[in-house]
């Protein structure tokens, strides 16, 4: 009967926490603001390196690469050792 009252104390203090935790929204609190933020850091980037592309006149759509490393680094790569307009002259 011992053993009983222990798995049934826990299985109630795991209750009250995961009721609590529901209650106090601290951490999901925070990883919201994290992603929002990484979200407008991550939007901010890719609309300057558009910006950056469209004076370049290269397509604002290479900026989708660096959503991917790996494509971003080939991607850069690749514009790097493209003929600009400037070498035309």
């Known amino acids: 009967m011992r053993g009983l009252i222990t798995y ?3 299985f109630h203090t ?3 926490i995961m009721i609590l935790s ?5 951490a999901i609190t925070y990883a919201a603001v994290f992603h ?3 979200i407008i850091m991550i939007l901010s980037f ?3 390196t558009a910006m950056i592309l469209r004076r370049t ?3 604002p759509l290479w900026c989708l690469l660096w959503l991917f490393p790996p494509a971003g680094v080939v991607g850069l790569w690749v514009l790097a050792f493209k003929p ?3 070498d035309k002259k």
């Open 8 to 10: 049934a104390a826990v």
């Open 14 to 16: 795991l209750a009250i």
């Open 22 to 26: 529901f209650l106090v929204p601290t």
């Open 36 to 38: 929002t933020l990484a």
């Open 46 to 48: 890719l609309v300057a």
């Open 57 to 59: 006149n290269h397509s």
């Open 84 to 86: 600009w307009p400037s």
